[in-house]
């Protein structure tokens, strides 16, 4: 079955940086679609950055030029490296993986990790 293992979340200042993993497991990793998504307190889940099957990157506006997304296919780990953290990056961080997907949006993802918490203070 599919497994999504998130790690690397954590507490920074703002400016900091931090590097997020996501180990995974249980499928061919190179034929779906990979994504990162945020959730605040109060707020829906919303997209960061994902990685198509035909390695085509998306980013989400709030983070271009700050975060990149990267995946290493023979570790199965996808990666997000987080620069330049701001106060608005604090949320639950969460990997997903998609047998297809368009938008990459939220609803597109069947499998999802727990998540990771990032708090970036002011």
């Known amino acids: 079955q599919v497994q999504l293992v998130e790690s690397g979340g954590g507490s920074v200042q703002a400016g900091g940086s931090l590097r997020l993993s996501c180990a995974a497991s249980?499928?061919?990793?190179?034929?779906?679609?990979m994504g990162w998504f945020r959730q605040a307190p109060g707020k829906e889940r919303e997209k960061v950055a994902g990685i198509a099957t035909g390695g085509g990157t998306y980013y989400a506006d709030s983070v271009k030029g700050r975060f990149t997304i990267s995946q290493d296919n023979a570790k199965n780990t996808l990666y997000l490296q987080m620069n330049s953290l701001k106060p608005e990056d604090t949320a639950m961080y969460y990997c997903a993986a998609a047998r297809l997907c368009w938008y990459f949006s939220p609803t597109e993802f069947g499998y999802w990790g727990q998540g990771t918490q990032v708090t970036v203070s002011a």
């Open positions: 249980g499928y061919t990793y190179r034929q779906y679609c």
